[in-house]
């Protein structure tokens, strides 16, 4: 495998996709073991770069961090903010449906690009990004073959 990346012949594998309740129903779409073992070697990377940047009460997967400091934390801030329960605050918990199938590959690829200069990492997170083909993406592509149709049905000398 380091060769097949040092040489960039990697090739990323297909996705095995299933349903999970936790405790809503969620797809899954899991890579092989060994496109896992190259996800956790970029994220070593990716993680040196961008972990400066995150706000501190951020706590979902980030290392040293995780759901029981997070909890602590939102009642040590909850607990100031209503100066010790006296007054009323609130908290937003909230989820975005279908967030990491409607991220748009080639911004995420830009954003990427701002931080990461080396060709060959930037290579290789292109390839793993690519690898997945969203729901959304996959209806987006749909409805442009649609299209195409259409437009060839009614101007086939256009295309």
Not at 10 to 15: K, P, V
Not at 124 to 143: D, F
């Amino acid at each position: 495998m380091a060769r097949a990346l040092g040489e960039r012949r990697y090739c990323h594998g297909h996705y095995t996709a299933f349903r999970i309740c936790d405790p809503k129903l969620r797809d899954v779409h899991k890579a092989t073991v060994r496109d896992r073992i190259v996800h956790h070697a970029v994220f070593k990377v990716l993680n040196l770069v961008y972990e400066p940047t995150f706000i501190s009460p951020s706590f979902s997967c980030r290392l040293g961090k995780g759901t029981h400091k997070g909890v602590n934390t939102l009642e040590k801030m909850l607990r100031q903010t209503s100066q010790n329960y006296m007054q009323t605050c609130y908290a937003l918990k909230c989820d975005i449906k279908k967030f990491f199938d409607s991220v748009d590959h080639a911004i995420l690829l830009a954003i990427l690009g701002r931080k990461i200069k080396d060709p060959n990492v930037m290579w290789l997170l292109e390839t793993i990004v690519k690898s997945y083909l969203s729901t959304y993406e996959r209806e987006r592509e749909r409805e442009r073959e649609r299209v195409k149709m259409l437009a060839k049905l009614v101007c086939p000398s256009a295309i």
